[in-house]
């Protein structure tokens, strides 16, 4: 239940990131005309501003989907039936990052497949150390 909530929770704030970079290509477009009708930009410009607009808003619908999926799904999960369900938390974890180094050199310390291994070397190492 909770990865799904982290799922929703996840998805409104894309949806949120979406929004903001859909204002930012039809502020784009607006640009370009203006440049456009001065002389500072082609037609094409103009054209491909349209464009990005264009798939900022499907990626727009896209988020919009996945938030009302996502939604559905915990929804299913948790047994409630509600129009708008209000989420709120924070995608930012309270626990420390993991260090490389120290869960390797754990790793190398307590593994019983790196012990068995290391151990099946010393024991090779004296076997040709006695043929040789």
Not at 100 to 123: D, H, M, N, T
């Amino acid at each position: 239940m909770r990865n799904h909530f982290i799922r929703s929770l996840a998805a409104l704030q894309s949806l949120g990131v979406r929004r903001e970079l859909l204002k930012t290509a039809e502020d784009s477009v607006l640009t370009g005309r203006e440049m456009y009708n001065l002389g500072q930009a082609n037609q094409a410009d103009a054209h491909q501003a349209n464009a990005m607009l264009q798939q900022h808003r499907l990626q727009v619908l896209k988020a919009e989907n996945d938030v009302r999926r996502h939604l559905v799904e915990l929804m299913a999960l948790v047994g409630l039936d509600m129009v708008d369900p209000p989420l709120e938390g924070s995608l930012a974890s309270e626990r420390e990052l993991i260090e490389f180094e120290s869960v390797y050199a754990q790793l190398i310390q307590s593994s019983p497949e790196w012990l068995a291994a290391s151990a099946k070397l010393r024991e090779d190492a004296a076997t040709t150390v006695r043929q040789a």
